[in-house]
């Protein structure tokens, strides 16, 4: 089942980013400076007890006109209901209750969607509570206390926060429709995509505020299967801020990822594969999705044989760290390799679902350990003892060895070569996870 998405939304200066990292704490790492992997802290997962979220910081440049202020809160309110389970709408005790924060109150409230009203920088309880009452005047529930900086409060926050996720006992029916999230920058062609797909104008792209995810959450039927697809192209934003157009697509391309089973990244031909695209297909790596990179627009490419074959090495360099992924070119605008889509689909659902026994997989393991010796160091020498498929979505394997710090990451990815040559796993990330075993 996916991860609920939580968002955080605020004026500037009232502590989100301090939330934001204080929740995270070390897991922040998530967000790390490989290819293909935002450097932005804009997301992390975080755990609670025994619930698992991905927590959203839509906080970006922050102007100091108060008109842009109250248009960008706005903004990122609306990005928060767009994309978000539940939101976080923080506020400042040392400032007070603003006309900022009713404005972007009543917007939340009309969204339907559960809304945790939080009041930072509470140092003292017994100095501010008298005014942290005053944050009721917004209508939309209790206020919390916390500092976010004291790290005071946090755990009251943590449980209102989960008693607001959805029940885990979500329908099998729902459960077992695969989700098929449409990732990519602006004006790639994403919702084109989905709305020829179904035949109907359904994935609107509105700049009416309170557009909600329902409007963008496509049910598609193709050959007596039911699909969903999810398109991330929301609200088109008029800002010409390169930074903020990107942090935007990147947040809805988060949550979006979070609740698929496959995620197609859209890439436009006629511009070529940016870095970009790789920030946004890296999020779909990193949670171990099955992958599915669309080129579109491919009729308004001039082409020669060997274009394509280019256009695929281009992929694949600037996409280095998901050499698995499958790459379709595509023209939505005259319908070209649409079908395939869907065929393209089903084999990566398969793959990302696929489980190996154990016996076979040693097999193949011990062929490759003979062909090529694991590493050694210091006349130690690493030993793979066997290796065993824990989870699906993506396929897991435990490795357990006698020494983890002779596991160089080249023998990982020369194991998972050798395993994707005899099973395929196309389209799917495989994790492998290294464990110690004392011999005998």
Do not use: C
């Amino acid at each position: 089942m996916s991860k609920p998405v939580v968002a955080i939304v605020g004026r500037p200066n009232v502590g989100k980013s301090t939330l934001f990292n204080a929740l995270a704490g070390e897991r922040i790492s998530i967000v790390k400076d490989t290819p293909g992997v935002t450097r932005d802290r804009i997301y992390a997962d975080v755990s609670w007890l025994d619930h698992d979220f991905t927590i959203i910081d839509t906080g970006g440049i922050e102007p100091d006109s108060k008109d842009v202020i109250l248009s960008q809160m706005r903004e990122q309110a609306q990005i928060a209901m767009d994309t978000a389970d539940v939101i976080i709408f923080l506020t400042d005790v040392r400032q007070g209750l603003l006309d900022a924060d009713s404005k972007v109150a009543d917007m939340l409230r009309r969204s339907r969607k559960p809304v945790l009203l939080v009041v930072n920088k509470v140092d003292s309880f017994d100095k501010y509570m008298t005014e942290v009452y005053e944050f009721y005047n917004l209508g939309i529930g209790e206020p919390i206390p916390i500092s976010s900086a004291s790290r005071l409060g946090l755990g009251d926050m943590l449980d209102a926060l989960v008693a607001h996720f959805p029940s885990r006992q979500t329908s099998e029916e729902e459960e077992e429709i695969p989700r098929i999230a449409v990732v990519g920058k602006p004006n790639v062609g994403k919702s084109s995509l989905i709305n020829k797909l179904t035949g109907e104008n359904r994935a609107i792209v509105s700049d009416i505020a309170g557009t909600t995810r329902d409007a963008i959450d496509t049910k598609v039927k193709y050959h007596g299967k039911e699909y969903i697809f999810v398109d991330t192209a929301g609200l088109r934003r008029k800002s010409k801020v390169k930074e903020e157009l990107e942090r935007f697509s990147i947040i809805r391309a988060v949550a979006a990822v979070e609740k698929a089973d496959v995620v197609i990244v859209m890439i436009d031909a006629t511009e070529g594969v940016t870095e970009q695209d790789a920030k946004i297909a890296g999020i779909a790596h990193d949670r171990g999705k099955g992958i599915i990179v669309a080129v579109n627009k491919w009729d308004a490419v001039e082409k020669d044989d060997r274009t394509m074959y280019r256009q695929r090495e281009k992929i694949r360099q600037v996409l280095s760290f998901m050499p698995y992924a499958e790459i379709l070119f595509i023209s939505v605008k005259t319908s070209q390799r649409l079908q395939k889509i869907f065929e393209t689909i089903d084999v990566v659902l398969e793959n990302n679902s696929m489980r190996v026994a154990t016996g076979v997989l040693n097999e193949i393991v011990s062929e490759a350990v003979a062909m090529q010796q694991p590493p050694s160091d210091k006349g130690k020498r690493l030993k793979i003892f066997y290796v065993t498929q824990v989870a699906v979505k993506p396929p897991t394997f435990v490795i357990f060895v006698n020494d983890k710090e002779l596991m160089h990451f080249s023998y990982v990815r020369y194991l998972e070569n050798r395993i994707r040559d005899t099973f395929g796993f196309a389209g799917t990330a495989l994790k492998f996870i290294v464990r110690e075993r004392k011999e005998g």
